[in-house]
């Protein structure tokens, strides 16, 4: 799949803490034409990357430990900053049911996606937010 012009000078962050398919997914977001592609290993340092880097939006899985997607996408939206609680943000989770959809959007989170996910997948998600 080729880069989407709508991506093009965009940056995304990549909170996973697998780092293989990190690296997976920084590549297929690369390929879609986001222009930067950041990365973190957990919710806290994905925090820490949101305030250091300001991406345009991020891309993160529900299961991690010490800070789970949920407490991430929650801390994001009740950090008081304006750009942070606009953010959009995917969310990933290997198991996708009403409850765990319930659940993310509650958190904040405006799409999520069931695992593995494709680059339509992430392309689908992430066009509406900047066309």
């Known amino acids: 799949?080729?880069?989407d012009g709508a991506f093009a000078g965009r940056s995304v962050?990549?909170?996973e803490d697998e780092s293989f398919t990190r690296m997976v997914l920084a590549k297929m977001l690369a390929a879609l034409g986001f222009a930067t592609v950041l990365q973190a290993s957990d919710g806290e340092s994905g925090l820490?990357?949101?305030s250091a880097h300001g991406?345009?939006?991020?891309?993160?899985?529900?299961?991690?430990?010490?800070?789970?997607?949920?407490?991430?996408?929650?801390?994001?939206r009740s950090s008081g900053d304006p750009r942070s609680s606009n953010l959009?943000?995917?969310?990933?989770?290997?198991r996708v049911d009403d409850d765990r959809r319930q659940e993310a959007l509650g958190a904040g989170a405006d799409v999520l996606l069931a695992k593995p996910v494709s680059a339509e997948d992430?392309?689908?998600?992430f066009m509406p937010r900047f066309a």
């Not at 991406?55 to 994001?76: I, K, N, Y």
């Not at 959009?88 to 290997?94: A, D, E, N, Q």
């Open 13 to 15: 962050l990549v909170v």
């Open 55 to 76: 991406p345009d939006a991020v891309l993160c899985d529900v299961e991690m430990q010490p800070t789970d997607g949920f407490a991430f996408v929650r801390s994001l």
């Open 88 to 94: 959009p943000v995917v969310l990933m989770s290997s």
């Open 122 to 125: 992430l392309r689908r998600a």
């Open 1 to 3: 799949m080729t880069g």
């Open 48 to 50: 820490t990357a949101v």
